[in-house]
């Protein structure tokens, strides 16, 4: 199977079929049903539209959601002091590469302090060291399922989550 837009990646994920996620709303509508207040973190679905914004409080987004112009996608804001570890996973030439950091901050913005690099054992090993069991094993059939994606994850030390797991899952990408 092959997942060539972020709006199908979106869809997949919030039904449930990539694993551990974030309770999400792909609408300001969807949130005001949910009856959620809490923090927030807000995406655009536009690739090359900046909107990345990280916990930010319900009321501040009630101001720009409704009229922004391009489709917006809301997530519960993540503990950010419970990181402990996070990157993106892929096998490339029959190797497992990982581009990982334990900085505690959401991906991006920790990738700009810290952006390390491992393949094959030591890629493994990592993998084995901080990120549970169970959702190792999540990703390990998403690898499978999804041949040549890259998988974006986030571990932390507490569980989270829908699935109430240590690590979620925030991609599945081949675009």
Not at 116 to 129: D, Q
Not at 156 to 165: A, D, H, R, S
Request: charge should be negative.
């Amino acid at each position: 199977m092959r997942i060539t837009t972020k709006k199908q990646m979106y869809q997949l994920l919030n039904n449930g079929k990539l694993g551990n996620t974030f309770r999400s709303w792909d609408s300001w509508e969807e949130v005001l049903e949910s009856g959620y207040r809490g923090l927030m973190s807000v995406r655009s679905l536009k690739i090359g539209d900046p909107v990345r914004i990280y916990d930010i409080p319900f009321e501040e987004v009630e101001k720009f959601a409704p009229t922004h112009p391009h489709s917006l996608i809301f997530y519960e804001a993540t503990p950010h002091k419970t990181r402990l570890f996070q990157g993106e996973v892929c096998v490339f030439n029959e190797c497992l590469q990982l581009t990982y950091t334990f900085v505690k901050l959401p991906m991006r913005l920790a990738f700009n302090e810290s952006e390390l690099h491992a393949e094959g054992l030591l890629a493994s090993s990592l993998m084995r060291t901080y990120v549970d069991p169970s959702s190792l094993d999540d990703i390990y059939e998403l690898l499978k399922i999804y041949r040549g994606h890259v998988i974006e994850f986030s571990t932390f030390t507490v569980n989270v989550g829908i699935l109430q797991k240590p690590t979620v899952i925030w991609e599945v990408r081949d675009y």
